[in-house]
Nanobody
Framework: VQLVESGGGLVQPGGPLRLPCAASGFYFSGSAMTWIRQAPGKELEWVSIIYSPNGPSAYGTMVKGRFIIDRDNVRNTVTLQMNSLEPEDTGVYYC?????????RGQGTQVTVSS
């Protein structure tokens, strides 16, 4: 299993950011995919999930209405579109194979929301 997140960076409050995750080494279209994040000094937080093969999806209360998860089963990617970002969204974002927070995950991508 290989998961590679990208798209992180520094963004101003209120701005958008798009995080793609490229997956390989497993049956992607048959697997739920999850995004989790970890803020500095805090525990892992579940962000969003999209079930196979094309949904449904669900979101944590902190991001509901601002983030959108999507998947492309041809390109084996899962994407997290983040809108109206807040400083509290700062952290390392990981995509995870399966549901929950304990499956295989990538190295993460850093998102920093600051003016």
């Amino acid at each position: 299993v290989q998961l590679v997140e990208s798209g992180g960076g520094l963004v101003q409050p209120g701005g958008p950011l798009r995080l793609p995750c490229a997956a390989s080494g497993f049956y992607f279209s048959g697997s739920a995919m999850t995004w989790i994040r970890q803020a500095p000094g805090k525990e892992l937080e579940w962000v969003s999930i999209i079930y196979s093969p094309n949904g449904p999806s669900a979101y944590g209360t902190m991001v509901k209405g601002r983030f959108i998860i999507d998947r492309d089963n041809v390109r084996n990617t899962v994407t997290l579109q983040m809108n109206s970002l807040e400083p509290e969204d700062t952290g390392v974002y990981y995509c995870v194979q399966g549901a929950g927070t304990i499956g295989p995950r990538g190295q993460g991508t850093q998102v920093t929301v600051s003016s």
